[in-house]
């Protein structure tokens, strides 16, 4: 079936080091693609998202960078902050309602 | 309300009893989701409720659980004779419209609904 899984489950990086979280996806009729910030206790926040009719897109301090050839996906954070200690999802749409998240990587930073 | 409302924010049941959680949307947000979270895992979608729209129940685990969204706004998820297995984080989230990808269409999320089943 479909899924959206991601290469490692846990990553620690030093505070000011760039961080990179992977992911693959299953479904090539996916055309939209959602990276999410889960801390503690909370709901998941939106952080950055990707059409599938782009490769690269830039927000602030996090770039997402989409290959559709291999069905891969990765967010990016630079200069990493101890508040950017989280679980982050990576999560596909396939034009629909129904978005498939994957099972989280838990980023630790350390100061 | 300013964001996403759920509650209880946590509950503990003993097996075989009903529970209902609650969700109040963002104001004026027409899409409704539900996701169930279990410990260390990803989201499971649940349900989705778009407007005045029949709701895809799809992803519902079995007929113990129902929700409703009455007025279009409030949502209540039941789940009746409870089990262990039914132990997770229950999370509600809204959309301005139906649809996530659409232009300023993000799926904002509640801080969920922590159910223990003993």
């Known amino acids: 079936g479909e899924s959206v899984g991601l290469h490692l489950p846990t990553l620690s990086v030093q505070e000011g080091d760039n961080s990179i979280i992977n992911c693959a996806y299953s479904?090539?009729?996916?055309?939209?693609f959602i990276w999410y910030k889960q801390e503690s206790g909370k709901g998941p926040q939106f952080i950055i998202d990707?059409?599938?009719?782009?490769d690269k897109r830039q927000g602030q301090r996090v770039t997402v960078l989409l290959n559709k050839t291999v069905k891969h996906l990765s967010l990016q954070i630079a200069a990493t902050q101890p508040g950017d200690s989280a679980v982050y999802f990576c999560?596909?749409?396939?034009?629909?309602?129904?978005?498939?998240f994957g099972a989280g990587t838990r980023l630790f930073v350390k100061a | 309300g300013a964001g996403v409302s759920q509650s209880p924010s946590n509950k503990v049941t003993e097996k075989g009893k009903d529970v209902e959680l609650r969700c109040d949307p963002i104001?004026?947000?027409?899409?409704l989701y539900w996701y169930r979270q279990s410990l260390g895992q990803g989201l499971e979608f649940l349900i989705y409720?778009?407007?005045?729209?029949?709701?895809?129940k799809s992803g519902l685990p079995s007929d113990r659980f129902s929700a409703e969204r009455t007025g279009g706004s409030v949502s209540t998820l039941t789940i009746q004779r409870t089990q262990q297995e039914d132990s997770a984080v229950y999370l509600c989230?809204?959309?301005?419209?139906?649809?996530?990808?659409?232009?300023?269409?993000?799926?904002?999320f509640g801080e969920g609904s922590w159910l223990t089943v003993v």
């Open positions: 989230a809204s959309s301005p419209n139906g649809g996530p990808g659409s232009p300023g269409n993000t799926i904002y």
């Open positions: 479904n090539s009729a996916s055309d939209y």
């Open positions: 990707i059409r599938s009719n782009m």
């Open positions: 999560a596909e749409n396939t034009g629909g309602f129904k978005t498939i």
């Open positions: 104001s004026g947000h027409t899409a």
């Open positions: 409720f778009q407007g005045n729209s029949a709701p895809d």
